[in-house]
């Protein structure tokens, strides 16, 4: 510390600066109390407050003392803040009043004057007692007396300004005590010291700033002045304000520039727009550069100067707050910044004058860090360090550059020169650093003086930068470093060392797609690859540059030509192939077959059509297409795939675009309406997770496949091609030969040595050859055969690999039933494999007794024969199997029962073939179907009868009928059939019925059955003329029981006295049964079983009213015995009631035969008249049980239940022939009642 | 104003990249593509904190001596990358942002265009001119 007696001027700009207070007074008893001063003061932290709202602080305060000389005393206008004496402490030992008077007032007053002079108010006077030295002297005034005359004489107003301190140099309570109340007002002096001073300091400095736009005003003044500020915070140990005052000149004249540059130039500015004459870069050893600073003072500071100065200050401050990564940080910007200005200003500097300052600046940053911080710290925060690691690097190169240590030769005269110009700026080396091994100047100036050594410093750098953004992940950035390493060592003609670095970031930047870069990379790549002399590589290289959209035509056509020249070298081993994808060559879009099933028999020729689209710019001249083949032999005999369109390839287009999309529309009826009303539409795309992906990156082409060239005997070639631009149509063509399944398996294109394959044919594609086994198909040409009428037959003979010689035949064996026809000019036609007419010749057909023969054509194998031939099926006659029952019912109401259209009756011919191919018979089933139906029904009236026959046509096509008629087959010679139907030719249209009708006529008592036959010509309507006689159609029938035994007359009559009958009234009906004719043949054999007598036969009678119009009342059915006599009559009369009023029909009224339990059938039961029984006793139709009979209290008349398993009677229904319902169709009038409202009905 | 302005997409290819002057295109492709590095440096740190304030905007990703590089981040990973002139002094924090919303904003009106395929190259005009008057507007 700057001892009291010898008081040099204080202005050292160190760290050591502590806040000026001055001695006066006794300097002997300073010195003594000095270093227990020197050390108390510091030691408690003291409360700063501040002005302009700034945050208080906390601060230890030291200070150096000095002795007091006036000269000391700023003078008005000195700015100097660090000089300043912040407070004047005067000390005294004084405690005689007589010496006080004598001199120590006098020298105070003395000191007063100099320091109002000085308008200096900062001062203290410190009275020492000393308890010691007080003993001696016997007049002694009162201890406190001293001070407070001096208080009284000095210190008017302020009584603080004087201070005791009692035997400071004794260690007791009291000297403690005393200690503590001077260093705390000591301290609260040189606070409010600072605050004033400062305080008047920052507004004397805001004013100067102020006056920045007057003409006169100097940056450098006011940097200077600012300075000042900072560093009494920095002597304050406030590094965080000592900073901002940096920072606030560095913003400030940063502004300036940029204001420069906008036009608004400053006059000072222009003085900082001198040439750059110096580059030694950063210096950052030092605390304080004083030289800088001195130029700056000067005034003579150039914009480096300025900066190197400033940012030197703001690291020592940065380093002294623990954030040494904000200065490497910082350091980035400031010569991004600076490198800006000098460009803004229009500075002009040397070329390489910059590179050299930001080189050097760099490595001092980065030095600077280092001696900073350990090796841990620096590891960890490489990420703050990279950038002015790289910036070096750059700066370096840029250098080699630029003094000719890269190229190859060396550096010439030129760049000699220009070398000597740019070290002769860095001036002498600095001291602080020349005994630095590794300092930034030594590693410039070495770098700068040889080639070798130049690119040993420029490896070290690159690859330092390289490791540290390897290191934090930044890859991206470390390989566009190693893309610079690559260059420097294609320069120096090593690309073995390149390709490395090339290799990488080519692979990253095809991974990420990034084309430019891909492309620039891949270029740079192949320069390299044709010095390593890496044909192979080279040539795929060359082969994607060639077809690389983003460079010139002109530089596509250059590779494209490396290729082709390449190919036509002569390969210097021979047989050796250099194997290339296919895809940087050429695109495989479409590949179709030719047939386009690709289904091709044995012999055949197929063709192979290849859409390649070269990429190539020029023509490419290739030595051989080819297409390698895989066969697998057909399993078993090949059939061709007749249903051809799904194994043609799907077109290779579309590949690599998105997937098409697939819409489907959506229609929603709402469910609550019945009609079905449209609630929405819309569509729906179905495939929408395929075309909404992103798509991933594709793959680079030169992904690590490995290219095989597959061997094998099946392969397809073309040869002496020449490949346009864009798409080449390619057709290969081949005769099959082996059948079985060809897969397509790879693609190359072969030049020379060169082949770029196509490893694997993307969707599989694939041929097929088969050999076919000849066939005959014979079908109709219709959808079905009608029989009776001639039918085409469509007969188709494929020959597969059979040839048809002339004169092979096919035998048809006959059937009775079908006749084959044909005409002298029919035709047969031969087809080639692909439905092309060959040839048409006429056919010639022999017919003998068993054998229809017909020759065939001459035909090659694989083709088709066709031919027609006219069949007819006669028509059969099918016996009525329906029973007279169903068969009475009218055939519309069958129909209407049915709700189906009936079906045609169907017969199948079976004709046996024989092929000249085989020795077996080929068998072919030939259906035909019946065109019509025909139904019959016995009609009656009283005892007439009358057959009618119903025809229908089921067919599609219209018939004409004629010949139409009815025959007793047994010929019994009393009966005659007279036809009441026209007999006329008639037509029958398709789905329509045709009715005949004939009357039954019989001379004696007729037989008791009549077989008849039903036959009818008929021809189609369309045909002009049969071509053949044809058979007419035929219809098997019997009639049983057809003639009348008993008529049956129903009648109702109104309640007596009533003119009409009413509803609810009771009318009565009167059934009337009468037999018409003595025992009859139909009748007998019933007769005949109850023995030889004659007994009457017993009937049963029933009312029943299907349509509810009629209630019956009482009996509605009985059984009677009728004698067997003509005429007979048996009568019923029962009550029924009306329900309805209008014309009501007359209940039914059936009648069944009724054998009692005890004839023949029940006396000797047996399986089947028990189960007969069983269930339903009645034989009549079922449904009728189910009709509702309102017989009122009547049980059924045969019983139901209850009689299961007992003997019953039985009740068989009589031929419909054999009853005459009388009254049938009558109807009755029915009035309404008059209160119809109330009808009583009771059920008993 | 900017010299390029690239979007990049999730997996980090480009879907659009265009610059001014085009001479110069290579070195721009080759300095937004790097800038990933740091793009990425910068997602990875801001981890989940800065999704949920909802900040998009990275801020300067790095100056180099002629240009600096500004990014942003979309929600779904899409990058915007700007590349502005050094000298270009006038151009704030507050500017860069705005023409990174502008640019978010017309790559939205991009992806909503039912005919655009997510993760296809941008092509679209009304993009480009937004693009272009970036570039244009001298500052």
Redesign the interface.
């Given at each position: 510390m700057a001892a009291p007696g010898d008081a040099p001027p204080p202005v050292v700009y160190t760290m050591e600066n502590k806040p000026i207070v001055t001695c006066a007074g006794d300097q002997s008893l300073f010195t003594s109390v000095y270093p227990t001063l020197s050390l108390q003061l510091p030691r408690e932290p003291m409360e700063w407050r501040r002005s302009y709202g700034r945050a208080p602080k906390m601060i230890h305060l030291e200070s150096s003392f000095v002795q007091f000389k006036e000269e000391l005393l700023p003078r008005e206008g000195n700015k100097a803040l660090l000089t300043f004496p912040f407070l004047h402490i005067y000390w005294t030992e004084c405690c005689d009043t007589e010496v006080y008077k004598a001199t120590v007032k006098d020298d105070l007053t003395k000191w007063q004057n100099v320091l109002r002079a000085h308008s200096s108010v900062d001062w203290l006077i410190v009275v020492i007692e000393n308890d010691a030295k007080k003993r001696n002297k016997t007049n002694i005034l009162p201890r406190a007396s001293i001070a407070d005359k001096i208080r009284n004489d000095f210190c008017n107003k302020q009584s603080d300004r004087c201070v005791v301190l009692s035997d400071p140099l004794k260690d007791s309570s009291r000297t403690q005590e005393s200690w503590n109340a001077f260093l705390t007002k000591l301290r609260t002096l040189l606070l409010m010291s600072f605050t004033k001073n400062l305080g008047r300091f920052e507004d004397d400095m805001r004013a100067v700033r102020e006056k920045r736009t007057e003409p006169g005003w100097s940056f450098c003044e006011y940097f200077m002045l600012q300075e000042e500020l900072a560093f009494v915070f920095e002597m304050l140990q406030q590094f965080e304000d000592a900073l901002v005052q940096y920072d606030e000149l560095d913003a400030l004249f940063s502004q300036y520039v940029l204001n420069f540059g906008a036009g608004d130039g400053a006059n000072w500015l222009a003085f900082f727009c001198q040439p750059v004459r110096s580059w030694s870069g950063l210096a950052l050893r030092k605390p304080i550069d004083m030289d800088k600073r001195e130029l700056v003072r000067r005034r003579e500071a150039s914009l480096l100067d300025l900066r190197s100065y400033l940012f030197s200050r703001q690291c020592t401050l940065l380093l002294f707050l623990q954030r040494p990564w904000e200065v490497a940080q910082r350091a980035l910007g400031l010569l991004h910044s600076c490198v800006q200005e000098l460009r803004l200003l229009e500075v002009s500097v040397p070329p390489g004058a910059l590179d050299c300052w930001v080189f050097l600046s760099c490595l001092e940053v980065l030095q600077r860090l280092e001696g900073c911080c350990d090796r841990a710290q620096l590891d960890a925060n490489v990420a703050h360090t990279v950038g002015l690691w790289s910036y070096a690097t750059e700066k370096l190169k840029s250098l080699g550059h630029l003094c000719g240590l890269v190229s190859e030769e060396g550096p010439d005269s030129e760049d000699l020169n220009r070398t000597v110009d740019l070290l002769a700026g860095l001036g002498t080396e600095r001291p602080e650093t020349a005994n630095t091994a590794q300092s930034p100047y030594k590693k410039l100036k070495e770098a700068l003086s040889s080639v070798e050594a130049f690119q040993k410093h420029y490896l070290d750098l690159a690859q330092a930068s390289m490791d540290m953004y390897s290191s934090i992940g930044r890859t991206r950035s470390a390989k566009l470093v190693g893309k610079d390493l690559a260059e420097f060592h294609m320069r120096k003609r090593s690309p073995q060392k390149a390709e490395l670095y090339l290799q990488a970031a080519l692979k990253s930047y095809v991974a990420e797609g990034w084309a430019l870069p891909v492309t620039h990379t891949r270029r740079q790549l192949a320069a390299c690859q044709k010095l390593l002399g890496q044909l192979e590589d080279y040539l795929q290289t060359s082969s994607l540059l060639a077809s690389d959209g983003h460079l010139t035509e002109d530089e596509r056509r250059y590779f494209c030509q490396e290729v082709v020249s390449c190919a036509q070298r002569p390969p210097d081993s021979p047989g050796r192939r250099i194997l290339l994808p296919l895809e940087s060559f050429a695109q495989l879009r479409e590949l179709s077959f030719r047939p386009a099933g690709g289904a091709v028999h044995v012999g055949g020729t197929l063709a192979v059509d290849v859409t390649l689209s070269s990429r190539m710019p020029a023509p490419v001249p290739l030595e051989q297409l080819g297409l390698r083949l895989h066969f697998s032999a057909a399993r078993g005999p090949a059939q061709p795939r007749t249903s051809s369109p799904s194994p043609c390839p799907p077109p290779l287009a579309a590949r690599g675009g998105s997937p098409a999309p697939e819409l489907h529309a959506v229609l929603e009826r709402s469910p609550s309406d019945g009609d079905g009303a449209l609630a929405s539409a819309g569509i729906i795309c179905r495939n929408v997770h395929l075309l909404l992906r992103a798509p991933e990156p594709a793959p680079g082409p030169d992904a690590p496949t490995r290219l095989v060239l597959e061997d094998g005997p099946h392969a397809l070639h073309r040869e002496g091609l020449t490949l346009q631009p864009g798409d080449n149509l390619v057709s290969f063509q081949t005769q099959a030969a082996e059948p079985g399944t060809y897969t397509l398996r790879q693609l190359w294109a072969s030049l020379g040595p060169v082949c770029f394959l196509l490893p694997r044919l993307p969707p599989p594609a694939q041929y097929d050859v088969y050999s076919q086994e000849p066939q005959l198909h014979v079908e109709p040409l219709a959808d079905s055969l009608l029989a009776g009428i001639p039918q085409r037959v469509r007969f188709t003979v494929t020959t597969g690999h059979y040839t048809v010689k002339q004169g092979d035949s096919l035998q048809l064996s006959n059937v009775d039933a079908m006749l084959v026809l044909w005409d002298a000019d029919r035709r047969a036609s031969v087809y080639s494999s692909d439905r092309e007419k060959t040839s048409d010749t006429t056919l010639r057909v022999q017919a003998s007794d068993r054998v229809t023969s017909i020759g065939l054509p001459a035909a090659p194998a694989y083709h088709v024969i066709e031919f027609e031939l006219d069949v007819l099926s006669l028509p059969s006659a099918p016996a009525a199997s329906e029973s007279i029952g169903e068969a009475a019912r009218p055939p519309w109401t069958t129909q209407d029962a049915q709700g189906a259209e009936p079906r045609m009756a169907t017969t199948d011919h079976k004709v046996s073939i024989d092929c000249p191919w085989s020795i077996y018979s080929t068998v072919i089933a030939l259906t035909f179907s019946m065109p019509f139906r025909t139904t019959h029904a016995l009609l009656s009236a009283g005892t007439r009868k009358y057959v009618q026959v119903c025809v229908q046509n089921l067919s599609d096509l219209d018939f004409r009928l004629s010949e139409s008629c009815l025959l007793d087959t047994e010929g019994s010679a009393d009966l005659r059939l007279v036809p009441l139907h026209t007999q006329a030719l008639q037509r029958l249209h398709s789905r329509q019925t045709l009715f005949f009708v004939w009357e039954l006529l019989w001379g004696r008592p007729p037989p008791p059955a009549l077989q008849c036959r039903f036959s009818l010509g008929f021809t189609p309507d369309a045909q002009e003329r049969a071509p053949v006689a044809l058979r007419p159609y035929t219809y098997d029938f019997r009639l049983e029981g057809f003639f009348t035994l008993y008529t049956v007359c129903a009648e109702i009559r109104p309640p007596p006295g009533a003119e009409h009958c009413r509803t609810g009234a009771l009318c009565s009906l009167e059934v009337a049964v009468t037999r018409l004719s003595d025992l009859l043949e139909a009748d007998r054999d019933e007769a005949l079983a109850q023995g030889q007598e004659q007994l009457p036969t017993r009937l049963l009678y029933e009312v029943v009213d299907n349509s509810s119009n009629w209630a019956v009342c009482g009996k509605s059915s009985g059984v009677f015995a009728m004698p067997v006599a003509a005429r007979a009559t048996h009568r019923v009369r029962m009550e029924v009631m009306p329900l309805f009023a209008g014309c009501l029909p007359l209940p039914d009224v059936r009648l069944f035969k009724y054998l009692p339990h005890h004839s023949v059938h029940s006396a000797q039961p047996d399986a089947d008249s028990w189960i007969e029984n069983d269930g339903v006793s009645v034989d009549r139709p079922a449904d009728e049980d189910s009709g509702s009979v309102r017989s009122r209290g009547s049980a059924h008349p045969a019983g139901s239940g209850e009689h299961r398993g007992l003997p019953m009677p039985r009740l068989q229904a009589l031929p419909p022939g054999q009853v005459f319902q009388a009254s049938a169709g009558r109807q009755v009038l029915v009035l309404p009642s008059g209160d119809d409202h109330v009808l009583e009905v009771s059920v008993t | 104003m900017a010299v390029c302005v690239a979007v990049i997409?999730?997996?980090?290819?480009?879907l659009y990249i265009r610059s001014v002057p085009t001479e110069s295109?290579?070195k721009f492709?080759?300095m937004v593509?790097?800038s990933?590095?740091?793009v990425?440096?910068k997602i990875s740190a801001m981890g989940k904190a800065l999704v949920d304030q909802r900040e998009l905007y990275l801020g300067l990703l790095?100056?180099?001596?002629d240009y600096k590089v500004y990014g942003y981040v979309t929600n779904s990973k899409v990058k915007f990358v700007m590349v502005v002139d050094?000298?270009n002094?006038a151009l704030r924090d507050n500017e860069i942002r705005s023409m990174f919303r502008k640019l978010h904003n017309s790559y939205t009106d991009v992806m909503c265009n039912p005919f655009y395929?997510?993760?296809?190259r941008i092509q679209s005009r009304a993009f480009d001119s937004m693009v272009t008057t970036m570039m244009i507007q001298v500052c």
């Open positions: - | 997409a999730k997996e980090n290819y480009p295109e290579l492709h080759y593509h790097t990933l590095d740091v990425d440096e790095y100056p180099t001596e050094s000298s002094t395929n997510p993760g296809d």
